[in-house]
């Protein structure tokens, strides 16, 4: 499976963006997609994930009602609305897939990623 990151930028405070996280490969193996991002100095997080046979969802605390994940499969496509933007958002954001059914926020269970892009909310 490879994954295409897009969408990132600069916007400020309040504002919004959208990352699109494109699939390629051997992607009816992949179980959950979804998005982790890495501020500088700190450790990777989860930030949002959906269920692709269903679509069920699950999100950090700090984004649920800010950040809307959604996919649409015939696209094999991934997206995350990312509303109301906060400094503290500011990141490399990650889109990642995993086979696993369980433990589906832990990075370690993703098997592939995509590249990193920029998301940063200025003040």
């Known amino acids: 499976v490879q994954l295409q990151a897009s969408g990132g930028g600069l916007v400020q405070a309040g504002g919004s963006l959208r990352l699109s996280c494109a699939a390629s490969?051997?992607?009816?193996?992949?179980?959950?997609m979804g998005w982790f991002r890495q501020a500088p100095g700190k450790e990777r997080e989860f930030v949002a994930t959906?269920?692709?046979?269903?679509?069920?969802?699950s999100y950090a605390d700090s984004v649920k009602g800010r950040f809307t994940i959604s996919r649409d499969n015939a696209k094999k496509t991934v997206y995350l609305q990312m509303n109301n933007l906060k400094p503290e958002d500011t990141a490399v954001y990650y889109c990642?897939?995993?086979?696993?059914?369980?433990?589906?926020?832990?990075?370690?269970?993703?098997?592939?990623w995509g590249q990193g892009t920029q998301v940063t909310v200025s003040s």
């Open positions: 959906v269920r692709l046979i269903d679509g069920y969802t």
């Open positions: 490969g051997r992607t009816f193996s992949s179980n959950f």
């Open positions: 990642a897939a995993t086979q696993a059914n369980y433990y589906y926020r832990d990075y370690a269970q993703y098997n592939y």
